[in-house]
């Protein structure tokens, strides 16, 4: 059975850092792209970064880009976001979520989600 489970969430003050993880089971990183999404409470859903399964090439947001760094580790199955330099305004739900092979640009493309965890950068 396919499932996301996010780890790494929680209060950092602006500057900071946090790593988030994003343990796969049921399936191989090989053959899914992991995309990282965050929602904040009136805004849009947005797709922070992705790593693709095929050959493991990355994309980022332009809001993230720079500070900001998607990884995998395939032993593990798991895929990382280590987010440095954090602003007020990364304070969000993050999920990671699993497409076939490719980083899709719709979230409709993303089958399999995780519950999310939370980032909150205050000060």
């Known amino acids: 059975q396919v499932q996301l489970v996010e780890s790494g969430g929680g209060l950092v003050q602006p500057g900071g850092s946090l790593r988030l993880s994003c343990a796969a089971s049921g399936f191989t990183l090989d053959y899914y792209a992991i995309g990282w999404f965050r929602q904040a409470p009136g805004k849009e859903r947005e797709r922070v970064s992705c790593i693709s399964g095929s050959d493991g090439s990355t994309n980022y947001a332009d809001s993230v880009k720079g500070r900001f760094t998607i990884s995998r580790d395939t032993a593990k199955n798991t895929v990382y976001l280590q987010m440095n330099s954090l602003k007020p305004e990364d304070t969000a739900v993050y999920r990671c979520?699993?497409?076939?092979?490719?980083?899709?640009?719709?979230?409709?493309?993303?089958?399999?989600w995780g519950q999310g965890t939370q980032v909150n950068v205050s000060a």
């Open positions: 979520a699993a497409a076939r092979y490719i980083c899709a640009h719709s979230i409709y493309e993303y089958a399999y």
